[in-house]
């Protein structure tokens, strides 16, 4: 450790109401470094960079800065203090031009502008000088996600930074265009800037920080210079092998296949491709992980899957019946279930009973349903039901289910989903945002429906959910899915790799 | 009946248009002003009425124009503090809160007319016109659009001071972006409510003026109702012109061109046409323009949706 | 400390689950009860203030409006005249507002529901009034509905915002019926524009002879009813709620969110062009250029004040009905300008909507 260092933060906690989100975190940043931040998904990272620069505050802790205190009430402060990030989700005002975002909030509100040359001027120099591309009088909405994030980069750079925080900023960017900011950053640091790198993609990690500082459960675990560490053990590190539980289970017994998908392409929301050419089987009986980094396709698989996003190619079959491009409603009535990736924004109704969220797909369906009426005896009954099997804690089904945690509501999630009997679940994030130890209990759970003979298929970014659970794993990179790893934790290093894009040959080049 | 075809007729048209179309351009580029920072303000009605009403009251008390004005101003801003209240800081629906403002307006405009001023029967002097020179000497268009009182000619430089505001100053660049991205402007560390409060309070004040025209620029007198939905057709213009002040400025003298045609047709009545043909023609408009520009695409992206911190 | 909690700590009331149950529907419908009721003694409040501002009695607010308004059989006839629109239109609204479009256009459909009811009342004489009293409340809701539908179509196929569509088709329906009524079906003989008298098989019976009450107060409260029914214990009403709700859930769970916004929109407009129904078939039996005094705007306010739940609406609607035929009375008793009315009901929605603030505030604090 240095004497003085650049940036210190010291022991900072944070936590929202009984979740905490910063466990004591340490960390050191030299001047004209890059420093990495490697960690999985609720590591803690994001966190950690909005208390830096101001948009949280701390619940305790210290921040040195350049010799000094650092105190940060607002973004507004830290940009005055040089400190600049970008983040996950850009701050750029869509319907403005690249100059007029970079002027935004700048100086008297009753100023006229009459010096934008200056600021296009401005602009341009730092435009070529990082090599960057990005024209001041652009409009934010006609430009690519990868062009609006150099626009970004540029922002702070053009208010002025000594050290720049960069927020998963390879999630969204085509490899070229990695490869781009990896150069970028390098220049930035010759310039003598400092930067600190978020990121779980380990190969970017590897290539482009002087160092690494990995971060688990909310802390820093583990802080080392590029040249004294390599893949295997960073993986090691981001996942903490000796926290994953270990759920008895029989090994699996596959019989037919329920699920088949061929050649399935398809775009996202923004019209990019997000799958190219995905081909799987889920057999009954059995429990297939899809790992990845997020934003690797995984969404769109599960949208594809569940007839709720258009398919560009390729088939889709439930029990050898052709499901492709069947409605939602459809798929639903062919003995498939999906637990969804984002419970708030699909899964549950946040202002309704359990009751009433207990048969969301089944409303007008028999036992719910008869003559087109409600059967409000028949769905309490259920709905008790279910509350008990799952342990859901509530005063009854009449509670409002926003009133709830949210290991119950997706407990509720599961109990509904499992409840129609499927010969198919498909499961996206399982565990995401709940705790412990409802965590355990929806994995056994599902290794229950596995040994009664249903086909699984977990898409998950939590590695120790997939090992947990799983019987083997498909691992996706850009809409691919790159390779297929028995869900043996023996095999844990390996899965990481194909999570970075790297096949098995480069680990044994590297090892 | 042909001489609806002649160039005097068509000039006439033309002068009656601007002067109808001014409370719209008044009210309309107001609300292109709140609808930018992501206010929609379903309330002008109720708010063009105060306007109306307290800008012949203070008129009526005063004998001043100027003052008249101003107090259909400030009333305008005084609705749109408590509209701004409702919906920026108690973050309440903003469509419930307009129609709750519609209500208080026409009700407390009618209450106090009916109170104090209905028996005096007496009107106000209104603006008187003026002559531009050189202008008006122009043939055929000069003598019918350019003898028009100030209030009327002053809607050119509200729209070009509206231009200004939301192009060319740093408020309304921000004004812009609380609208559509409010978060980057929370982080770029500026007070969204601030803004919107602002976007509010001057869309309101607008207002207000826009209403104070009908009782001081246009009839001598307040009446019950007198904006006759105005307000609502300022919220259809903001729509047509894409929020552009300079669209919401055509697209009102168009819906002014309409009301003039339709007053001349019920003049005529020998023309075959029902003149409520005309009256419906805006509405009709509106909807296709709504449907050919496609509901979102120009709209703010977060019109009608309460900040919230978080 | 709300109920909620009470409960949830009394862990040991776990044993009587019915009482429980029970207890939380009482304090539900008490909070329900209470919070319109105290938005609504706040509005009268500030009516009193404002009438003693302006050199009236205060104290008339309640003495005439509240008390006044129930003297004689005849003026509680007139109360519950008066509600049949407003507890139609509020009802109907309470649908379209559960499946969040924000149908602005019940004036609209209410006059688009007159205009259908008299051209069949006016066109089929000699049909039995068995036949003929439901063929012109059909013909009225189906126009209604076809009015609203449009706005729905338009948001479905077009994303056309409803807000300004619904707004726009108001003044179409205005105008058209003023074109009607001064045009093709002017009454020749008539020195003031308005249609031929409806046939008098085509008039909806009265309830209680001597009075000008028809039996469509019993038919708004029946609908009131069955629209709550709708809403909370039919399939397709759920359907309605969800993608009210969350159209990203609906999806997930098959339904067509665009068939449930064209439902509530059809629903919504069919009360309206009920209400337009019974308006000419009831009480004027002709069709005139303003045949509402704003009732699908007051409807807006009802289905408000009802927490959007049709039965809060019967109510609601009846509350509304005093308030309008007070400001009448008080009118006439004390020359206070009946628009008095409009006053109470926009002070009505602010306080409605700044309790609902502070019931939210403490949990977005925690």
Redesign the interface.
């Given at each position: 450790m240095s004497e003085r260092p650049f940036l210190r933060m010291d022991n900072i906690h944070k936590s929202f109401?009984e979740i905490i989100v910063s466990a004591g975190v340490t960390l050191e940043v030299e001047e004209g470094e890059i420093h990495s931040l490697l960690g999985e998904n609720g590591a803690g990272k994001s966190v950690l960079m909005s208390i830096l620069c101001g948009?949280l505050s701390p619940n305790s802790g210290q921040i040195i800065y350049k010799g000094r205190p650092l105190n940060i009430g607002?973004?507004?402060e830290a940009?005055r203090h040089r400190i600049g990030m970008v983040?996950q989700h850009f701050?750029?005002?869509?319907?403005?031009t690249v100059a007029?975002?970079y002027?935004?909030?700048?100086?008297?509100?009753?100023?006229?502008?009459?010096d934008m040359e200056k600021v296009h001027a401005r602009i341009r120099e730092l435009s070529d000088r990082y090599g960057l591309g990005v024209r001041p009088d652009a409009v934010i909405e006609d430009l690519s996600v990868g062009e609006q994030q150099r626009v970004e980069i540029l922002k702070v750079l053009y208010h002025g930074t000594d050290l720049l925080i960069l927020d998963e900023p390879t999630a969204v960017l085509t490899p070229q265009e990695t490869d781009r900011l990896l150069d970028l950053m390098r220049g930035l640091v010759k310039d003598g800037k400092t930067v600190i790198f978020i990121s779980h993609k380990l190969d970017e990690v590897m290539r482009v920080s002087d160092r690494i500082s990995v971060m688990r459960d909310c802390r820093v675990v583990h802080t080392t210079r590029v040249a004294d560490t390599d893949p295997r053990e960073l993986a090691r590190l981001m996942v903490g092998r000796d926290v994953l539980m270990e759920l008895p289970r029989a090994p699996a017994d596959p019989g037919d296949v329920v699920l088949s998908v061929e050649g399935l392409s398809c775009r996202n929301d923004l019209g990019l491709p997000a799958l190219r050419d995905i081909g799987l089987q889920v057999r009954r009986g059995e429990i297939v992980g899809v790992a990845g980094v997020s934003g690797n396709g995984q969404t769109e698989l599960a949208l594809a899957i569940?007839g709720?996003l258009p398919i560009d190619s390729g088939r889709l079959a439930l029990n050898g019946r052709d499901i492709t491009g069947l409605?939602?409603?459809?798929?639903?009535?062919r003995a498939f279930a999906?637990i969804?990736e984002d419970r708030h924004?699909?899964?549950?109704?946040?202002?309704?009973s359990l009751a009433?969220n207990a048969?969301?797909?089944r409303?007008?369906q028999p036992p719910?349903?008869a003559r087109?009426?409600?059967q409000?005896r028949r769905i309490a009954a259920h709905t008790r039901d279910l509350i008990a099997r799952f342990r859901i804690k509530t005063?009854?089904e009449?509670?409002r289910i926003a009133?709830l945690s949210g290991g119950n509501q997706q407990k509720l999630v599961v109990a509904r989903e499992l409840a129609r009997d499927p010969d198919f679940i498909l499961v996206s994030q399982l565990t995401r945002g709940i705790d412990i130890g409802a965590i355990e209990f929806i994995l056994q759970e599902m290794l229950k429906q596995r040994d009664a003979g249903r086909a699984i298929l977990l898409i998950s970014t939590e590695l120790e959910e997939l090992f947990a659970i799983c019987d083997r794993i498909l691992v996706m990179f850009h809409g691919q899915i790159l390779g297929e790893v028995p869900a043996d934790r023996s095999r844990l290093e390996e899965v990481g790799l194909l999570m970075a894009g790297q096949k098995a040959g480069h680990v044994a080049q590297e090892a | 009946m042909l001489d609806i075809l002649t160039l005097g007729f068509l000039a006439t048209l033309l002068g009656a248009a601007w002067r109808l179309a001014t409370p719209l351009i008044f009210a309309s580029i107001g609300e292109v002003i709140s609808e930018r920072a992501g206010v929609l303000n379903i309330g002008l009605e109720g708010t063009m009425l105060m306007g109306a009403f307290c800008g012949f009251a203070a008129s009526f008390a005063t004998g001043s124009i100027p003052l008249g004005l101003a107090a259909g101003i400030a009333a305008g801003m005084a609705f749109g503090l408590i509209f701004a209240f409702f919906t920026i800081t108690v973050k309440a629906n903003q469509i419930v809160v307009g129609a709750a403002i519609n209500l208080l307006g026409l009700g407390l405009t009618a209450f106090l007319f009916r109170t104090y001023y209905v028996s005096t029967g007496r009107g106000v002097d209104i603006a008187r016109p003026v002559r531009i020179p050189w202008l008006s000497d122009l043939p055929f268009f000069g003598e019918a659009l350019f003898r028009q009182n100030l209030i009327v000619y002053s809607t050119v430089l509200v729209t070009v001071l509206a231009v200004i505001l939301l192009y060319r100053s740093s408020f309304g660049l921000t004004l812009r972006a609380v609208g559509d991205h409010p978060k980057a402007v929370d982080v770029a560390g500026r007070s969204v409510a601030a803004y919107r409060y602002g976007a509010v309070l001057i869309g309101t004040g607008l207002a207000g003026l826009g209403g104070a025209f009908l009782t001081l620029g246009h009839s001598n007198q307040f009446v019950e109702g007198i904006t006759s939905g105005r307000g609502f057709i300022a919220l259809a213009v903001v729509v047509f012109a894409r929020w552009s002040p300079v669209g919401a400025f055509f697209v009102s003298l168009l819906f002014g061109l309409f009301y003039a045609l339709q007053l001349q047709l019920q003049a005529q009545p020998m023309l075959n046409i029902p003149y409520q043909a005309f009256q419906a023609l805006p509405y009709l408009m509106t909807i296709v323009a709504l449907i050919v520009v496609g509901g979102k695409s120009a709209a703010p992206r977060k019109l009608g949706t309460p900040y919230d911190e978080r | 400390m709300t109920m909620t909690q009470i409960e949830r700590d009394g862990r040991g009331a776990a044993a009587v689950p019915i009482l429980r149950l029970v207890g939380r529907a009482v304090a539900r419908a008490a909070v329900a009860v209470a919070l319109p009721a105290a938005a609504v003694a706040i509005a009268l409040a500030c009516g009193a203030v404002l009438l003693a501002l302006n050199g009236f009695d205060g104290a008339d607010v309640v003495n005439v409006m509240i008390l006044g308004v129930f003297q004689d059989f005849r003026s509680v006839t007139e109360i519950l005249l008066k509600a049949v629109p407003l507890i139609l239109i509020g009802a109907g609204l309470c649908v379209a507002f559960r499946c969040n479009m924000w149908n602005i256009g019940a004036e609209g459909q209410l006059y688009a529901g007159a205009v259908s009811a008299t051209l069949i009342g006016i066109s089929f004489e000699g049909l039995s009034p068995w036949l003929y009293v439901p063929a012109v409340l059909v013909a009225g809701a189906l126009g209604g509905a076809i009015w609203g539908g449009i706005a729905g179509f338009l948001k479905v196929r077009f994303q056309a915002s409803e807000i300004v569509t619904t707004i726009m088709l108001n003044y179409i329906a205005l105008i058209g019926t003023s074109w009607l009524v001064t045009g093709p079906m002017r009454d020749a003989r008539a020195a003031y524009p308005q249609s031929a008298r409806l046939f008098r098989e085509a008039w909806v019976p009265d309830l209680i002879a001597g009075t000008r009450l028809h039996i469509g107060i019993l038919v708004a409260v029946a609908l009131a009813l069955v629209l709550y029914v709708f809403l909370y214990r039919s399939s397709a009403g759920y359907a309605v709620r969800v993608v009210g709700i969350n159209p990203h859930a609906a999806r997930y769970a098959g339904m067509n969110a665009g068939r449930n916004m064209m439902a509530a929109m059809c629903i919504s407009g069919g009360m309206a062009g009920l209400a337009g129904a019974f308006e000419v078939a009831g009480v004027t039996h002709r069709l005139y250029q303003n045949i509402s005094p704003g009732y699908g705007f007051e409807g807006i306010a009802v289905a408000l004040l009802a927490g959007n739940n049709p039965l809060g609406a019967i109510l609601s609607g009846g509350l509304f009905a005093v308030l309008r035929s007070g400001s009448e009375l008080m009118q006439i008793t004390s020359q206070v300008p009946q628009v008095l009315v409009s006053i109470i009901q926009g002070i009505v929605i602010l306080s409605v909507v700044a309790f609902a603030a502070i019931r939210i505030w403490p949990r977005r604090r925690s």
């Open positions: 109401g948009i607002s973004p507004r940009i983040h701050m750029l005002v869509p319907n403005l007029e975002n002027v935004l909030g700048q100086g008297s509100p009753l100023r006229l502008i009459h569940a709720l409605s939602p409603a459809e798929i639903n009535a999906h969804p924004k699909m899964g549950i109704l946040m202002p309704l009433e048969i969301l797909e409303y007008d719910f349903a087109g009426m409600l409000r005063p009854d009449e509670e009133n | - | -």
